[in-house]
Nanobody, 124 residues
Framework: QVQLVESGGGLVQAGGSLRLSCAASGRTFSSYDMGWFRQAPGKERELVTAISRSGGSTYYADYVKGRFTISRDNAKNTVYLQMNSPKPEDTAVYYC?????????????????WGQGTQVTVSS
């Protein structure tokens, strides 16, 4: 497994921008699909976005499509989530995940690694 550490969370105004980073340890980062989940208080954890090992394929949940962008730098063992025009309903703890993304089922399957999460709060 790989160890993941998220950073970049904080307070942002609606309509602003914020970039989250997730740094991975180990030399096998490029062998993992990566993704971001989020969990708001009282709600289940939900998939926000995913990116393939090479970065050539991405998936976005409808509620962030056109506003958020996932990217990765395999040389730096880091995946990013650029959040543009965030809304108050985007407020949540954001988690980074490394594993295998099933693009047909739109799920991370098998034994995945998770970060500890970073809080994002969007003020109106």
């Amino acid at each position: 497994q790989v160890q993941l550490v998220e950073s970049g969370g904080g307070l942002v105004q609606a309509g602003g921008s914020l970039r989250l980073s997730c740094a991975a340890s180990g030399r096998t980062f490029s062998s993992y699909d990566m993704g971001w989940f989020r969990q708001a208080p009282g709600k289940e954890r939900e998939l926000v976005t995913a990116i393939s090992r090479s970065g050539g394929s991405t998936y976005y949940a409808d509620y962030v499509k056109g506003r958020f962008t996932i990217s990765r730098d395999n040389a730096k063992n880091t995946v990013y989530l650029q959040m543009n025009s965030p809304k108050p309903e985007d407020t949540a703890v954001y988690y980074c995940v490394a594993g295998l993304f099933n693009s047909n089922r739109l799920q991370f399957v098998g034994d995945n690694s998770w970060g500890q999460g970073t809080q994002v709060t969007v003020s109106s």
